[in-house]
């Protein structure tokens, strides 16, 4: 019976490592097509959890591979090669959700304000409003902000926040409850 030792592992991963960035510099389909079938539904889930829909997940999953392909020549080794692609991965979807949530009032304030049979006030009060709660959100720790972002902003079901997250649904739970106490807090003391 052969038991590997982390050391062994390590230098195992790094020789495969070595094997797939090898064939990515020399522009091998096969090595590139290995990467996608081991990785493409894990970054899927990891994109997700920043941007606000599924085929912006799959954009910004896109956007990393080009960016991985591009960029394989400056690779140097001193990460694993599964790190470094989702510290692009992460940037990449951290910088478009932002943007998307810069633009999320910008279709209603461009509506004309009879369309919505409201007044000025009531669009300040809302605007506001979500303001409020975009901040509190960007507050909390992050795997509290996660959950609470795929749970009430983008609507997922607590099912699929655990698939995404990789958590339990008890540690869903205990997270997003921690996450609303706090925005109400938050809400409540800015009143």
């Known amino acids: 019976m052969t038991v590997f030792t982390a050391q062994a592992a390590s230098v195992l991963l790094r020789d495969v490592d070595a094997h797939l960035v090898d064939g990515l510099r020399r522009r091998e389909a096969s090595a590139f097509a290995e990467l996608v079938d081991r990785h493409q539904e894990s970054m899927l889930r990891v994109a997700r959890c920043y ?20 960029g394989v020549a400056r ?3 001193r990460s ?11 940037n990449r979807a951290k910088t478009t959700g932002q ?8 279709p209603y304030m461009a509506s004309p304000l ?5 007044t000025t006030e009531d669009c300040v009060i809302a605007a506001e409003g979500v303001s409020l709660v975009s901040a509190a959100i960007n507050e909390l720790p992050r795997r509290q902000r996660r959950v609470i972002t795929l749970r009430d902003v983008d609507c997922r079901s607590a ?22 106490a706090k925005v109400r807090l938050r809400l409540a003391a800015s009143l």
């Open 51 to 70: 941007v606000g829909s599924r085929a912006t997940a799959e954009d910004v999953v896109q956007e990393t591979w080009l960016a991985v392909l591009r």
């Open 159 to 180: 099912r699929e926040v655990c698939d995404i997250l990789g958590l339990s649904e008890e540690n869903q739970r205990v997270l997003l409850h921690r996450a609303r």
């Open 75 to 77: 690779f140097d080794g």
């Open 114 to 118: 009879d369309s919505w049979q409201q």
């Open 99 to 106: 943007r998307e949530r810069r633009t999320l009032l910008a």
């Open 80 to 90: 694993t090669l599964k790190t470094w692609m989702y510290r692009i991965l992460t």
